[in-house]
């Protein structure tokens, strides 16, 4: 299995507070990874991290290697030449994202022009492809558009096509939907899962909704509390979840989409922590049903489950790994 | 229903910003004792609907009700009627003056509605217990709280005059998933222990099929489909409900539903401006006709009204989903010509029946039929 | 895009208007006999004469009838002390005051731009561009041009520091009115460059992989400086309406200078000509500017199109 990117040790602090807590996971070739969780779980880090893109007052710790080259080391020029040609990045908010002066073909153009070396009007042609790989209709009159111009899911398709213009062999997009109305969100899942079939890229894909994670995902990692609980192939996840917190949120979601109108929805007690909550033990250990006193003072460490390979494997951190499956359905 | 049990009715309504159309002749009610689902994406007017409902906008034509007294014009006239109308919005973290004690934040209602200060205190207290706050200091402010407790604050703030109906504009979309069930929750049962009306504005579909009793589906200003919410989830007959009930993320990653190149609704092709985003102006025919897989000429000129069909729904399409055949022509408009088949309907039948099998024959999901054969 | 330039015209009228009747309500309250003021030495008779040519005597509104139909027809009237036309006279100098404006905003934008710049981008910087700033913002204009005249002009003898238009001679009133600006474009800049710095299209920048100095060029400046562009519109406007101070302390022959001497002179005609050429230098700026925006920053173009 070739990797597209693979994140080991994966630690970052903001000042004195740590978000992410030795993360390790990997995004084969041509496969979608989601990566789950609520606000503060850390994911966003993981993701900028994993991008080299964290802002400056935050530290990171751990290896990021991209297509089997070490990026997590490097600095200056060599960093400069890797995004782009081996990474590209998709923000949540598109119009937030792009440059609101700058004519969207330039800004794919401009990509062109540093890592190939094209001019301006070679570079400007193989922005209007970019921007037709995305499907949108009649390319050449949009790029010439400025992103306020352009609704919410064509501007979402305009940042993919400039994380996708050099071919990288890993995206990592930050909530990408998130932002969208229903329908348009529909059609960007569409949309990533083609192109990465069709070019073989690995996509770290971000995400709080385990809805987008059934329609995309070829792997998933759940994210609580900066850590990663469980870790395997969505199908194998989905169908016989290990991890409590997993087991909630896959509750909430078929609770959404099968429970009976009328009736009180599934809830989870309690809020996720928040950064500075000093945890000890297990860090979902005060939300779950399952727990015991071990929880409460020993973090449990990842196992795996199901073998070594295949897909019916997977890594998850609790310490009642296989106690009863359906403890809280 | 008759109309003495409308709590809340809007007759006619229309809301201009100069030259656009934020909501476009729309007729709707909140029956006593129910919730009202308010569906729509963005720009599709359901926001501006609840501000004309509490009075911060005022309609440019139309009537708003409120238990069959018009909403008047003036600050004075208004009072009454706030008075009843509790209301929770979207961003608790807007919403909450972070200057304020929880005290002052909850108490303001009674203040403004003259409620005497040695009053005021006991019924904060019990309006924070009510929402789960029993423990929260009078004195402590927001910045306390973290995103469910706010919200839960903004609820006894609405709930603290004892009103009669409340109204939510997407009162859990900025909450945490696995806090936003506590929220809903929260005002399930404080609904059923009142016996508010309610009105639930949401884009999350999902969401709104769980508690709604009726939904008003709102695109481009417009209502385009109303009914019982266990009908529209079964059987949508707007081509928009249909495709935007198709466009739901699924349960599994066996069962995708969101899976063939075609498109749930469709972006307009060649202009680039508008893919969800509401028509700038005015509309002369349907203001989905654009998008739609099925219209044709005849709605791209004349305006479909929002027609009750015999099942009790209401629709406004020429070409309803689900009556295909000899009614189409007879409903459709006389140069109607050939009916169009829907695109989405292939792909969508199967995807539905397909979630049918996982939930077990759940209302979203039994029975849909949109194909044509 | 024609319609917006012929509001913007319309409001810019509608502003020069209210402009007029402010001045000229403004100069009959200040105290003072117009007559006796024009001829000082002059007998009784004399200034009975004085006061029936010029209309003195007439009531308010036909005095301001009568101005008002010379300016439709393009005439400022007749300076009362010199004589001559109001419009002659401003054409004297205007051109020096233009160009003092000018090179004093050139001072603003290169200085104070640069130090925003600085600061935005090296947080140590800062600090000192925060002290510049305050130390700018707190010595009073003629201070500052003394101070000049004093260091270049008699110590260092760089610089002429006597009155009269040469290139030379710019220096120093242009310095003089460029620094005082330098914070407000200093701190302006700054904020904005460090906000471009921190957004969400800078980090899409930086993911493509573009040079650090492009990235400053073509994303972070372009939008710090759109904002202060306004700036520049507003400042050339209220220069050239003169500038009093400066223009006094280094003898710069401007109408800011006119101005001090017509008011002295309660010469009205021609302290309301200035005051016309002052607003309209300021409704032209402003449309020019508000036009100029739109090609820098495209969002402006629908936001009140």
Known sequence: ?329 | MSPDDAVLSFENVTKRFGQRVAVDAVDFALTRGRTLGLVGESGSGKTTCIRLALGLERATSGTVFFRGVRLGRSRRSLRPVRKQLGFVFQDPYDSLDPRMTLERIVGEPLKIHGVRRSERSERVRAALSDVGLPDAPLDSYPARFSGGGRQRIAIARALVMQPSALLCDEPTASLDVSVQAQIVNLLLSLKQARGLSMIFVSHDLGLVRRIADDIVVMYGGRVVEAGSAAGIYERPRHPYTAALLAAVPGEHPRRRRITSARRAIGEASGSPAVDSEPPAADVTGCVFAARCPRADRSCRTTRPALELLPDGRKVACFFPVGEEGTSDAASGPADGGEVVPAVPVGPLSAHMQGAAGVSGGAAVTSGVDVSLD | MARRLIVRLFQGALTIFGVAVLTFLLEFIIPGNTAHAIAPRATAATLREITKTLHLNAPLWVQFGDYMKGLLHGNLGESYVQREPVSTLIGQRLPATALLAGAGVLVEVVVGGTLGIAAGLKRWMSRGVNAISLTFLSIPTFVLGLFLLLIFGFDLNIAPVTGGMSFGALILPALTLGLGGVPWYAQLVRDQVAESLSSSYVRTAIAKGLPDRWIIVRHVLRNAFSPALTMVGMDLGIFISGVVVVETVFGWPGLGQLAVQSLDSLDRPVVMGVALVGATGVVVMNIVVDFLRMYVDPRTKLATA
């Open chain 1, 1 to 329: 299995m070739t990797l597209a990117l693979s994140v080991d040790g994966l630690s970052v602090w903001y000042g004195e507070e740590r978000a992410v807590h030795s993360v390790a996971l990997e995004v084969p070739v041509g496969k979608v990874l989601a990566l789950i969780g609520e606000t503060g779980s850390g994911k966003s880090s993981v993701a900028l991290a994993a991008a080299r893109l964290l802002p400056p007052r935050a530290r990171m710790e751990g290896r990021v290697l991209v297509a089997g080259e070490e990026m997590s080391a490097l600095s200056g020029a060599q960093l400069r030449r890797l995004r782009g040609e081996k990474v590209g990045f998709v923000t949540q908010d598109a119009l937030a994202g792009l440059n609101p002066v700058m004519r969207v073909g330039r800004q794919i153009a401009e990509v062109f022009q540093f890592h190939r070396n094209l001019n301006r009007r070679e570079s400007a042609a193989r922005a209007v492809e970019s921007i037709e790989q995305v499907r949108i209709p009649e390319p050449a009159a949009v790029a010439r558009l400025y992103p306020h111009q352009l609704s919410g899911g064509m501007r979402q398709r305009i940042m993919i096509a400039i994380a996708l213009a050099l071919r990288p062999p890993v995206v990592i997009a930050d909530e990408p939907t998130t932002a969208l109305d229903v329908s348009t969100q529909a059609d960007i899942l569409r949309l990533v899962r083609e192109l990465c079939a069709e070019l073989g890229t690995g996509i770290l894909w971000i995400t709080h909704d385990m809805g987008v994670v059934a329609e995309v995902a070829d792997l998933v990692a759940v994210m609580y509390a900066g850590r990663i609980v469980e870790h395997g192939h969505a199908a194998s996840v989905f169908d016989r979840q290990q991890h409590p917190y997993t087991r909630a949120l896959l509750r909430t979601l078929h609770d959404m989409r099968a429970g009976q109108p009328g009736d009180p929805l599934f809830q989870i007690e309690g809020q996720p922590p928040s950064l500075n909550t000093v945890i000890t033990g297990c860090p979902f250990h005060p939300r779950c049903p399952m727990a015991t006193s071990l929880c409460a003072t020993e973090e449990p460490v990842s196992q795996r489950f199901g073998g070594l390979e295949g897909t019916e494997s997977g890594l998850v951190a609790c310490h009642h790994l296989g106690d009863q499956a359906g403890a809280m359905t």
